[in-house]
């Protein structure tokens, strides 16, 4: 069975501080999905990772991903208040032919506070 | 990017009642999800909805208590059936387009069970 797990699951910050959000996962995988969800709404996609040694980069949040290792992290650069969010990152498992389900399994969430 | 849209988006509900939740995308996608998020938890996939055949199911989710129909490649219908105030919870529709990578996400429909 897949279990992804992500720390810390609260994260408080000060703003312009730098923090990093991991995420482990149990089997063999190379697509990584990092989403925020904001309180009352539903999940925005921010990152898909395709292959061992991705990184990705929007505004201050930058995504890398291990697949060696089972590890990505989700890399925040001087914090802002409007980071403050839900973040979640999802594995979604290939099956033997190598086709992707699109079946997401989801780490338990990092609740994300920035605050002066 | 899909857009997808979800019915109703909020409902308060009484135990032992059935709700149907419907999902539309703006286009054809092949593979659709049906996903539950409980209060302050994560989310967790309750089936995939197959175009034209019955739904496939996650453990601990059964076709009697979580109806799912999928008439065609853009629509789908979640019921969730004699309801308790175990399953207030957000349901959330999802697809992914074609071979695309990115796995998108209806707005949810919060229910709320008295």
């Known amino acids: 069975e897949l279990k992804v797990e992500q720390n810390p699951l609260f994260l408080s910050m000060q703003e312009g501080k730098n923090y990093t959000i991991y995420c482990n996962y149990s089997t063999t995988s190379d697509r990584l999905y990092w989403y925020r969800q904001d309180p009352g709404k539903s999940l925005e996609s921010l990152f898909v990772?395709?292959?061992?040694?991705a990184v990705k980069q929007e505004g201050r949040l930058m995504a890398s991903l291990d697949t060696k290792a089972r590890l990505s992290t989700l890399h925040i650069t001087a914090a802002v208040h409007d980071l403050s969010a839900t973040y979640f990152c999802?594995?979604?498992?290939?099956?033997?032919?190598?086709?992707?389900?699109?079946?997401?399994?989801f780490g338990q969430g990092t609740i994300l506070t920035v605050h002066p | 990017s899909a857009v997808i849209s979800q019915k109703p988006s909020r409902d308060i509900c009484q135990r032992g009642t059935s709700l149907t939740i419907q999902c539309q995308v703006d286009s054809q996608v092949t593979m659709m999800f049906w996903y539950r998020q409980q209060p302050g938890q994560s989310l967790t996939l309750i089936a995939t909805a197959n175009q034209g055949s019955e739904a496939t199911y996650e453990s601990g989710f059964v076709i009697d208590k979580f109806p799912i129909s999928r008439p065609n490649l853009t629509f789908s219908t979640l019921t969730v059936s004699n309801m308790s105030p175990e399953d207030s919870s957000i349901y959330l529709c999802?697809?992914?387009?074609?071979?695309?990578?990115?796995?998108?996400f209806g707005e949810g429909s919060w229910l709320t069970v008295v």
């Open positions: 999802s697809v992914r387009e074609g071979a695309g990578n990115t796995i998108y």
């Open positions: 990772l395709l292959s061992n040694g």
């Open positions: 999802a594995v979604d498992k290939r099956n033997a032919g190598g086709t992707s389900y699109g079946k997401l399994t």
